[in-house]
């Protein structure tokens, strides 16, 4: 199986792309929802938080790991590749930027993410890396991951709040901005509304799944691992809310049975 995990609800966007670039396997996802926010708390929290939810996935037979949570990604990804190093770790961090670096024109990159993210500096390490000329932006938007969860996805007041947002990034003359976070594709029209036509918008979500088929196709070995009844795919929260159901509908389009699980 390929195991997903998020702080939350939110890494159905990754799940979504994934099922499109690879409906032959089966999934198993994990969201934090007991424990979400990551993005507001320590790294020592949020890497034993991953750690935990990495296991839970790997007892439950995932063959490969998928770290749908930007936080997480930013925060524990190498600590995790350290902790398992015989399973395939795949991040949201980087397929992003790769994404990223391909499409601009002018290497003025913005970032928006939850605080975490933003303060992990992961991107700019990453990007100064690959090509030095590059110059990134960050932008912590806290009160985006609330709005999505409350439903308010087309509401004037999300509206202001984005615009708010992305104001010191249009100032620096972005021409690239990455949705380093997993609610923000639900929210990619109004962003990339107010971003203005000369931004081009990345969903890293679309680029992971690219990425983790390009790596089947190198690794037999593990797709033969792989569960191949792609319709049963099992989904697990540590705490299975109605906003959880709902959500996951938004994202999914359809419903889905989620099982409870406590992860310690
Ligand atoms: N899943 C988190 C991320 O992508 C957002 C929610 C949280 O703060 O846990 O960064």
């Known amino acids: 199986m390929i195991g997903i995990f998020d702080s939350g609800v939110g890494g159905l966007t990754v799940v979504k792309?994934?099922?499109?670039?690879?409906?032959q396997y089966k999934i198993i996802y994990f969201g934090d929802t007991a424990r979400i926010p990551y993005g507001s708390r320590s790294e020592a929290i949020i890497k034993k938080y991953s750690l935990q939810d990495t296991e839970f996935l790997l007892e439950k037979n995932a063959e490969i790991i998928v770290i749908a949570c930007h936080t997480a990604s930013a925060v524990a990804a190498d600590y995790l590749r350290e902790k398992f190093p015989q399973t395939k770790i795949f991040d949201v961090v980087q397929p992003g930027l790769d994404q990223a670096l391909k499409v601009t024109r002018s290497k003025r990159i913005g970032i928006i993410g939850t605080e975490a993210t933003?303060?992990?500096?992961?991107?700019?390490?990453?990007?100064?890396?690959?090509?030095?000329?590059?110059?990134?932006?960050?932008?912590?938007?806290?009160?985006?991951?609330?709005?999505?969860?409350?439903?308010?996805?087309k509401r004037q007041e999300t509206r202001r709040i984005v615009r708010y947002y992305l104001k010191s990034l249009k100032k620096n003359k972005i021409d690239t901005l990455v949705?380093?976070?997993?609610?923000?594709?639900?929210?990619?029209?109004?962003?990339?509304?107010?971003?203005?036509?000369?931004v081009k918008v990345v969903d890293p979500a679309q680029?992971?799944?690219?990425?983790?088929?390009?790596?089947?196709?190198?690794?037999?070995?593990?797709?033969?691992?792989?569960?191949?009844?792609?319709?049963?795919?099992?989904?697990?929260?540590?705490?299975?809310?109605?906003?959880?159901l709902n959500i996951s509908h938004k994202i999914l389009g359809k419903n889905i049975s989620v099982k409870s699980a406590e992860v310690t």
């Open 207 to 244: 680029e992971v799944a690219i990425q983790i088929k390009e790596y089947l196709q190198k690794n037999p070995t593990v797709v033969a691992k792989l569960t191949k009844n792609g319709q049963q795919h099992e989904f697990y929260a540590s705490d299975v809310s109605d906003q959880f």
């Open 118 to 153: 933003v303060k992990s500096e992961v991107h700019e390490r990453y990007l100064k890396k690959i090509d030095p000329q590059t110059k990134v932006f960050y932008q912590a938007c806290p009160l985006l991951v609330p709005l999505v969860e409350e439903g308010w996805l």
């Open 179 to 198: 949705l380093a976070c997993t609610h923000y594709p639900l929210l990619a029209k109004i962003i990339t509304e107010i971003a203005g036509k000369s």
């Open 17 to 23: 792309q994934v099922i499109q670039a690879l409906p």
